[in-house]
């Protein structure tokens, strides 16, 4: 089974909805996920998250949904 997590930092809790930012194409999206257990200072993503996607882990307390954004490859 495939499990996916994030840097703990890169997930937002907005009014009690737990949020992450991924790109695409240029353009920030927000989306709702649903979390599992830390693991160290990781995150299970349990839904809302696919493989491939391009997480957001920096500036993200700032965006807007569809805001543009230029990648930085870490």
């Known amino acids: 089974t495939q499990v996916i997590t994030a840097p703990l930092y890169a997930v937002l809790d907005r009014e009690g909805e737990k949020l992450v930012y ?8 927000r989306l709702k996920v649903v979390t599992g257990r830390s693991v160290g200072r990781r995150i299970v993503i349990t839904s809302g ?14 965006l807007i949904d569809g805001a543009r954004v230029q990648v930085e490859e870490r």
């Open 49 to 62: 998250l696919s493989a491939g996607q391009h997480l957001i882990v920096s500036g993200q307390q700032l």
């Open 22 to 29: 991924v790109e695409d194409q240029g353009i920030a999206r």
